[in-house]
């Protein structure tokens, strides 16, 4: 089903100009790290977010928690949770310009994931287990992808969204 999804969405937001990069575990799978993910996170314009609510209640979704920078739906039973981060429009074109397509859907770069993910795991509500499996996320983009943590941009990234323990802790795990 979330597959069905992905491809309904991606073809009703194009029909409607709506832009979006998918985020999230869904993402992680495309850029090649294949694991068990039971929701939907795409990165969208925060000025998009009521066509995304009226476009996602098309599907019989609805708005159950959301905040300054995230929106969550949920739909009928056995579909998956789609969860919109909502940037401005400096944040989304600089990811936009530095995206990807694979499998026929549009990410962020494996670097720019890796900073989403280290900004998601230092999130004060995010579960531990979440965390846990954020770091393995960016264990395995790093590994698939050849990103060198030593390298100035990839470490300001990291710096920047992870801070220097972070970093440090990235650099350990590239050295195991």
Same mark, same amino acid.
Not at 43 to 60: D, H, I, M, T
Not at 115 to 139: C, F, M, T, V, Y
């Given at each position: 089903? /979330?597959?069905?999804?992905?491809?309904?969405?991606?073809?009703?937001?194009?029909?409607?100009?709506?832009?979006?990069?998918? /985020?999230?575990?869904?993402?992680?799978?495309?850029?090649?790290?294949?694991?068990?993910?039971?929701?939907?996170?795409?990165?969208?314009?925060?000025?998009?977010?009521?066509?995304?609510?009226?476009?996602?209640?098309?599907?019989?979704?609805?708005?159950?928690?959301?905040?300054?920078?995230?929106?969550?739906?949920?739909?009928?039973?056995?579909?998956?949770?789609?969860?919109?981060?909502?940037?401005?429009?400096?944040?989304?074109?600089?990811?936009?310009?530095?995206?990807?397509?694979?499998?026929?859907?549009?990410?962020?770069?494996?670097? !720019?994931?890796?900073?989403?993910?280290?900004?998601?795991?230092?999130?004060?509500?995010?579960?531990?287990?979440?965390?846990?499996?954020?770091?393995?996320? /960016?264990?395995?983009?790093?590994?698939? !992808?050849?990103?060198?943590?030593?390298?100035?941009?990839?470490?300001?990234?990291?710096?920047?969204?992870?801070?220097?323990?972070?970093?440090?802790? /990235?650099?350990?795990?590239?050295?195991?």
């Amino acid at each position: 089903m /979330i597959l069905e999804l992905i491809e309904r969405l991606t073809e009703e937001a194009a029909k409607r100009g709506m832009d979006f990069l998918l /985020i999230g575990g869904q993402a992680v799978i495309s850029l090649g790290h294949q694991r068990m993910t039971m929701d939907l996170d795409f990165l969208v314009l925060a000025s998009s977010k009521s066509a995304w609510e009226e476009l996602l209640g098309r599907y019989g979704y609805r708005c159950f928690t959301e905040g300054n920078a995230f929106a969550q739906f949920e739909g009928e039973i056995g579909w998956p949770r789609v969860d919109l981060m909502l940037v401005d429009n400096a944040t989304f074109a600089k990811l936009r310009a530095d995206s990807i397509v694979t499998q026929g859907r549009r990410t962020p770069s494996p670097q !720019h994931m890796v900073a989403l993910k280290l900004h998601a795991s230092r999130s004060s509500d995010r579960n531990p287990e979440k965390a846990g499996q954020d770091w393995l996320d /960016i264990r395995k983009l790093i590994e698939l !992808h050849g990103l060198d943590p030593n390298e100035e941009n990839f470490a300001s990234l990291i710096r920047r969204y992870g801070g220097d323990e972070a970093l440090e802790r /990235i650099r350990r795990m590239c050295q195991s």
